[in-house]
């Protein structure tokens, strides 16, 4: 059975950083492309990043560039998204979300969903 676990979430000022983890079982994680997106209340879930399968490239939605990156750790199985300089709209659940081919930006597109972990973020 495959399970994707996030933790790492809470309250942060503004201007303050997180490390959000995506613990993977089932699955070797370091053979799939690993996703983040967010949603936040009333709006529609959005792309955050991904890191390719192989973890060949990464790829990153405009808003978070450049203060956002995402790995992994292929012994411990688990992908981060180390969120710095964090907004007050970076505000949302943070969802990881795995597809075993290429690296795209769409939520339809993933196989495996983790339940997501919440970020809030005081101005």
């Known amino acids: 059975q495959v399970q994707l676990v996030e933790s790492g979430g809470g309250l942060v000022q503004a201007g303050g950083s997180l490390r959000l983890s995506c613990a993977a079982s089932?699955?070797?994680?370091?053979?799939?492309?690993v996703a983040w997106f967010r949603q936040a209340p009333g709006k529609e879930r959005e792309f955050v990043g991904v890191?390719?399968?192989?973890?060949?490239?990464?790829y990153y939605a405009n808003s978070v560039k450049g203060r956002f990156t995402i790995s992994r750790d292929n012994a411990k199985n688990t992908g981060y998204l180390q969120m710095n300089s964090l907004k007050p709209e970076d505000m949302a659940v943070y969802y990881c979300?795995?597809?075993?081919?290429?690296?795209?930006?769409?939520?339809?597109?993933?196989?495996?969903w983790g339940q997501g972990t919440q970020v809030t973020v005081s101005s």
């Open positions: 089932g699955l070797t994680l370091s053979s799939y492309s």
């Open positions: 890191i390719s399968w192989g973890s060949v490239s990464t």
């Open positions: 979300a795995a597809r075993g081919a290429r690296a795209l930006t769409t939520s339809r597109d993933y196989d495996y």
